[in-house]
């Protein structure tokens, strides 16, 4: 399978920016709103196709990780903020 890595490491950053930042505790986190954060931040970031097969292991992906984290860290806290001021069905 084709996959976009890139989609991995901006579902972590979510769910710690989420999880980890007081800022963000009020953000809705329905399917529909964490699925527009991603595709918000994805499509500001730079996809990242690999080959893989399924369960295998992505470590030898994870310097990718920190090769871009600040990056996914800033589009995802864009994206956050995007979909809290213009989601349609919360509020
Ligand atoms: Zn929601």
């Known amino acids: 399978m084709v996959w976009n890595y890139m989609e991995e490491i901006v579902r972590n950053c979510v769910s710690s920016i989420l999880n980890n930042n007081p800022?963000?505790?009020?953000?809705?986190r329905c399917e529909q709103c964490i699925d527009d954060i991603m595709a918000k931040a994805l499509n500001n970031l730079k996809p990242y196709y690999i080959?893989?097969?399924?369960?295998?292991?992505?470590?030898?992906?994870?310097?990718?990780e920190t090769q871009h984290q600040a990056e996914v860290i800033r589009e995802v806290i864009n994206?956050?903020?995007?979909?809290?001021?213009?989601?349609?069905?919360?509020?």
């Open 23 to 28: 800022a963000y505790a009020g953000v809705c």
């Open 51 to 64: 080959t893989t097969k399924k369960g295998e292991v992505y470590a030898e992906y994870s310097s990718l």
């Open 79 to 91: 994206a956050v903020e995007f979909v809290t001021n213009n989601s349609s069905h919360q509020k």
